[in-house]
């Protein structure tokens, strides 16, 4: 095949840069426009990406139609089970190219992506395998009126078109996320991914053309939001069914733009989740496990907390632990194995959580640790750093509480009661996801079934199976996937009655 990563001279930069394509009805193809990859670790260019236009966007959704009608819609569940399978091979075989780019393309320390992002990419094609294979459906036998009986049986279909759009944060994570169980269920997908990474996309596009995968089955049209691929993908008319990661703002314009189709969709959204810890919780686990809520994926992950409420016993010892855990926070390169804090996802996002540093002070907050950008002296200067951050004495009504902010920072707050704790938790907008810490088995049972949220963890954080539902509440989101939960929105069942 001809690769799809070539390296051409950029005249963004004297170093050579790789170019990444578009990949529609079976092959590599550039778009009219080029934009920039950059790495956020030193703010260089690191590939030149092909903007999909709107012909393109169009070309990939008929191809689609085509394979769903055709050899790929066809296919039976073992087939299916067995490409998602290959797939899966496919990126274990090509590990460390996926991993070196999303390293470049995210920033993420090497460690994280290591253990998270690659493998969880592999992990969601064999899950929906496995799924799909003893995936049933329900049947009823019925009384009917003549007193004869009728038989019910639900058929599972595929959607059809499925337009897959995904943010940046855990990139090859959520794409295949929502690719694969896509996929399992007989549905040809267009994906856009991020503008801001464009990469493992594109090797996961490599490694379907290497394993096989019908043409049209699998798209990639790279580009941005409105009036690029984004808004083209999802204004389509010919695309069945939308999913969607990201901002709840972008969830709003992409629902509106789906409601004239009457199109369904799947949103997973923002969050502004909490930890809520207990006096009796185990200290140093409850410290850790915070610890890593704010500022894993230097808390760029939806599901980060970034609002802490401390039991008053303990909320000077808890704030002075944080305080030291945020400290020691290594903000090395993020190739180097020791580093666990990475830069901001780009310059704006980097301006937009400087704007919350400046705010929480002007809001009042007392600054126990971070609060501003964060220089090494070296190339990492041209990046997009902040230091790790916590804030103390806001009110509840403080915009820095009430709004997401996206980066390694939380607001510590003390509570007195059972009832408090929950009442804050759950003064928010938003509802993804909450963490309780306590070693009394009836708080947390009665605190976790309190939580408007869509997953609630009792002392832990991010542990995922992934048969579980995921999804959100209020402006997280809308829908819930995971497991039959994916397979419920990305087929459709058609009940068939027999009277027999
Ligand atoms: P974003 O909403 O800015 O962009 C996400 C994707 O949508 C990108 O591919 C972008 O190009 C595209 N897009 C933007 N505007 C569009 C439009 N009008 N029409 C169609 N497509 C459009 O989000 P982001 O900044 O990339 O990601 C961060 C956000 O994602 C945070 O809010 C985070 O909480 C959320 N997130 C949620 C989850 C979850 O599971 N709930 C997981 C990860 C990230």
Redesign the pocket.
């Known amino acids: 095949m001809e690769s799809r990563v070539q390296t051409v001279s950029s005249s963004a930069s004297k170093a050579s840069v790789r170019r990444l394509q578009n990949y529609v009805d079976g092959r590599f193809v550039g778009g009219a426009r080029e934009f920039d990859d950059v790495n956020p670790a030193d703010g260089s260019v690191i590939a030149r990406v092909s903007e999909a236009d709107r012909e393109l966007v169009d070309a990939a959704v008929r191809a689609a139609r085509r394979a769903v009608n055709g050899p790929w819609g066809k296919a039976g569940v073992r087939e299916r089970a067995a490409m998602l399978n290959k797939i899966a091979e496919g990126i274990e075989r090509r590990f460390e190219d996926f991993l070196a780019a999303e390293v470049a393309d995210t920033g993420k320390p090497v460690s994280l992506a290591r253990r998270l992002d690659i493998p969880r990419g592999t992990a969601n094609f064999r899950t929906f395998a496995d799924i799909i294979k003893t995936a049933g459906v329900e049947a009823y036998q019925t009384e009917t009126a003549d007193g004869r009986q009728a038989l019910n049986y639900a058929v599972r279909k595929p959607v059809g078109v499925v337009g897959i759009?995904?943010?940046?944060?855990?990139p090859l994570l959520?794409l295949t996320w929502k690719a694969a169980p896509a996929l399992a269920c007989g549905n040809a997908v267009v994906v856009?991914?991020?503008?801001?990474t464009p990469a493992t996309a594109t090797l996961l596009a490599e490694v379907m053309h290497e394993a096989g995968m019908p043409a049209g089955a699998f798209n990639l049209v790279h580009?941005?939001?409105?009036e690029?691929?984004?808004?083209w993908?999802?204004?389509h008319p010919e695309v069945d069914a939308i999913t969607?990661?990201?901002?709840?703002?972008?969830?709003a314009?992409?629902m509106k733009?789906c409601a004239p189709g009457v199109k369904p969709v799947s949103?997973?959204?923002?969050?502004k989740n909490a930890a809520i810890v207990f006096a009796d919780a185990d200290f140093d686990a409850a410290v850790a496990g915070v610890a890593e809520a704010v500022f894993m994926n230097t808390g760029?992950?939806?599901?980060c907390a970034e609002r802490v409420y401390v039991e008053r016993a303990i909320f000077d010892k808890f704030v002075a632990a944080l305080k030291q855990q945020a400290e020691a926070q290594v903000a090395g390169w993020p190739m180097e194995a020791r580093t666990t804090l990475g830069p901001l996802?780009s310059s704006a996002?980097r301006d937009k959580v400087m704007g919350y540093f400046k705010l929480a002070k002007e809001e009042g907050a007392k600054v126990v640790t971070g609060g501003g950008a964060l220089k090494s002296g070296d190339a990492r200067d041209q990046g997009f750093w902040v230091q790790p951050t916590i804030l103390t004495g806001l009110e509840e009504c403080a915009r820095c509480v009430r709004e997401?902010i996206?980066g390694p920072v939380a607001h510590v707050a003390p509570f007195d009661s059972e009832e408090q704790a929950i009442a804050l938790a759950n003064d928010t907008q938003y509802g993804?996801a909450a963490s309780i810490w306590t070693s009394r088995l009836d708080r947390a049972h009665r605190v976790a079934q309190e939580m408007r949220t869509?997953i609630t963890w009792v002392n832990s954080w991010f542990l995922r199976d992934l048969r579980t539902p995921?999804?959100?509440v209020g402006l997280?989101?809308i829908g819930r996937e995971g497991g039959t939960h994916s397979l419920d929105f990305y087929s459709q069942l058609n009940n068939v009655c027999i009277k027999i």
């Open positions: 759009v995904t943010p940046w944060n855990l959520l856009k991914p991020s503008e801001e580009g941005f939001g409105p690029s691929a984004g808004e993908l999802t204004t969607f990661t990201g901002e709840s703002k972008t969830g314009a992409i733009a949103f997973e959204l923002g969050g760029q992950v939806c599901l996802i996002h997401e996206f993804l869509g995921f999804g959100g997280s989101g």
